[in-house]
């Protein structure tokens, strides 16, 4: 019922800026939070940055190597988060998965919402030295 697509990812020499988008889409009622994460090859998962809806504001956080670099932000209108990626280092090199913790509807008489967790597929971003 949701999906979500990431976009923005590539090869970039050290120095460089990315911005990646992730857009979800589907049966959304509403989101939450939603966030980066990226894994490097052979390493886990981590988390890089997320912001959480908090009435008239958005609160984010960011994994500290990233602090300074990377910002995080949102438009709700289009469900949309980005990640801004500046001064990219060879070791930002992984695959950046976006996730959104949200509610969706399930389809019925009446509809009825629920609380999901969803991943994008993953962009690769290389930052070469």
């Known amino acids: 019922q949701v999906q979500l697509v990431e976009s923005g990812g590539g090869l970039v020499q050290t120095g460089g800026s990315l911005r990646l988008s992730c857009a979800a889409s589907?049966?959304?009622?509403?989101?939450?939070?939603m966030g980066w994460y990226r894994q490097a090859p052979g390493k886990q998962r981590e988390l890089v940055a997320t912001?959480?809806?908090?009435?008239?504001?958005?609160?984010?956080d960011y994994t500290d190597s990233v602090k300074g670099r990377f910002t995080i932000s949102r438009d709700n209108a289009k469900n949309t988060v980005y990640l801004q990626m500046n001064s990219l280092k060879p070791e930002d090199t992984a695959v950046y998965y976006c996730?959104?913790?949200?509610?969706?509807?399930?389809?019925?008489?009446?509809?009825?919402?629920?609380?999901?967790?969803?991943w994008g597929q993953g962009t690769q971003v290389t930052v070469s030295s």
């Open positions: 996730n959104a913790d949200l509610v969706y509807w399930v389809a019925g008489n009446p509809p009825i919402p629920l609380p999901g967790n969803y």
């Open positions: 589907g049966s959304i009622f509403s989101i939450n939070a």
């Open positions: 912001i959480t809806s908090g009435g008239y504001t958005n609160y984010t």
